[in-house]
């Protein structure tokens, strides 16, 4: 098993940045494909990027080349880089794990998740 716990959440403006990170302990990290999701309250939770155990990533459309995943196996994280960032963008972002070796099918069952890290953007 894996635990997940994020950090890097806050406020900021339209335009801005903001770097989300998620340090994974407990299982050997390597062997899990990781992703981050997003979700508003009322509305279903949606995938935002993908990076597969080689280290390739994947996204959602809508990142439209604004965000950036990246693991670092040396030290048990996997993080987003937010750029650009919209209002639309506003929602608790999670860290999941997959035990397989793509993560780019965000249907797939993800047995792993953390606590959430909140994401305000405001206009």
């Known amino acids: 098993q894996v635990q997940l716990v994020e950090s890097g959440g806050g406020s900021v403006q339209s335009g801005g940045s903001l770097r989300l990170s998620c340090a994974a302990s407990?299982?050997?990290?390597?062997?899990?494909?990781m992703a981050w999701f997003r979700q508003v309250p009322g509305k279903k939770r949606e995938g935002v990027a993908g990076v597969d155990r080689d280290g390739s990533p994947s996204y959602a459309d809508f990142v439209q080349d604004r965000f950036r995943i990246r693991r670092h196996n040396g030290n048990n994280t996997v993080s987003l880089q937010m750029n650009s960032l919209k209002p639309e963008d506003t929602a608790m972002y999670y860290c999941a794990a997959r035990g397989a070796d793509y993560c780019f099918d965000f249907r797939a069952d993800f047995g792993y998740w953390g606590q959430g890290a909140q994401v305000t953007v405001s206009s």
């Open positions: 407990g299982d050997t990290f390597s062997s899990y494909c």
